[in-house]
């Protein structure tokens, strides 16, 4: 149980970062950041979280909208995901939980 959830995190915590880093270059690159490299390769990273974001969300939210509620999902699981984790360190104890 406690490799599913480290597991759960790692892949939420690279998604998060991913979505971070996105996020940063939209702001950086400016409007030629459909044509930047490292902006393409993030966004292949984070396709399946946008994928997810885009099937939860309401049509009203903008496509371009859509990786910051992407990020908010994925925030949400991570807190959730390392919430469990406590609990579960908790029930076996902390020494095995090393």
């Known amino acids: 149980m406690l ?18 880093g996105q996020g940063l270059l939209y702001i950086l ?10 902006y393409q390769l993030i966004g292949m990273v984070n396709k399946p979280w946008t994928l997810i ?7 009203q939210i903008l496509d371009r909208q859509v990786p910051f ?7 949400v699981l991570y807190i959730a995901v390392t919430l469990a984790k406590i609990e579960h360190c908790i029930t076996i104890g902390m ?3 090393q």
């Open 3 to 20: 490799l599913f959830l480290n597991i759960a995190q790692l892949i939420l915590y690279i998604g998060a970062l991913g979505l971070a």
């Open 29 to 38: 690159a400016g409007h030629d950041r459909d044509t930047n490299l490292f």
């Open 53 to 59: 974001a885009r099937f939860i969300s309401p049509k």
């Open 69 to 75: 509620v992407a990020f908010c999902i994925v925030g």
């Open 95 to 97: 020494a095995a939980c």
